[in-house]
């Protein structure tokens, strides 16, 4: 690879002979796993510290009960929950009590369905919509015609008052739910408690956005 700098998405190997995943594996000059090696090592005294430790481990444990058919071999596993279902099973692996929803007003009925069943599980459950403080948007110097309701007030998305009110309620773990691109960025800056997306914003695609990526060489080839 004629790139320097780590570019794993270009890897040209395949993922079972790749380096990142046998001791004997081959590796591209610009692989991380052969060049950062001071870096791998602040990384795993990082997961030494308890805390870190625990997340990583639980994180982990999820990640493998996500699929069956385990005992058959690796060939054969098959994926057997739904992301929500994840999300309320790592929660009460780490014994989070609260939970955060930052939703946006155009899934308001999903975060609904979302926040009921959450409650379902046990979890004392915190939601706060975008638009929480009808802060206008002439607070971020955008103009009228930049607007999406153009001519008429209109609320900012309002990601930081989210994450503060979020804060100021102690929750244990968020869930970020239709965020915008850049609200949601906005949201990670300011959240105290560790964060998890159930859904993104994607208006076009029905919050699916891996089907343009899916179809990048056919449908949605007008991309490139």
């Known amino acids: 690879m004629k790139n320097e700098h780590p570019d794993c998405a270009q890897c040209p190997f395949k993922v079972s002979e790749r380096i990142c995943r046998t001791d004997d594996g ?8 052969k060049n950062k090696a001071s870096i791998i090592d602040e990384s795993i005294k990082e997961y030494e510290k308890s805390d870190i430790l625990e997340f990583a481990k639980q ?20 994926p057997i929950k739904p992301r929500i279902l994840e999300v309320v ?24 369905v979302v926040g009921s069943f959450f409650s379902s599980k046990g979890f004392d459950v ?3 919509i975008c638009k929480v403080g009808r802060v206008p948007k002439e607070k971020l110097n955008v103009r009228d015609d ?8 209109e609320s900012i998305c309002n990601p930081v008052l989210q994450a503060m009110i979020l804060n100021d309620e102690k ?22 408690a560790p964060c998890t997306v159930l859904a993104v914003k994607d208006r076009l695609l029905g919050h699916n956005p891996m089907a343009a990526v899916y179809t990048m060489d056919t449908y949605y080839r007008g991309l490139k």
């Open 26 to 33: 081959k590796a591209p000059l610009s692989c991380p796993t």
């Open 59 to 78: 994180a982990s444990i999820q990640e493998g009960e996500g699929y069956g058919d385990k005992e058959l071999g690796y060939e054969h596993i098959k």
């Open 89 to 112: 099973e790592f929660s009460q692996k780490m014994n989070f009590k609260r939970l955060g929803l930052a939703f946006c007003v155009g899934l308001r009925k999903e975060a609904g």
């Open 126 to 128: 915190v939601s706060v």
């Open 146 to 153: 930049q607007k999406i309701a153009v001519g008429r007030f």
């Open 171 to 192: 929750t244990d773990f968020n869930i970020l739910l239709g965020l915008c691109v850049g609200h949601d960025s906005l949201f990670f800056k300011y959240a105290d």
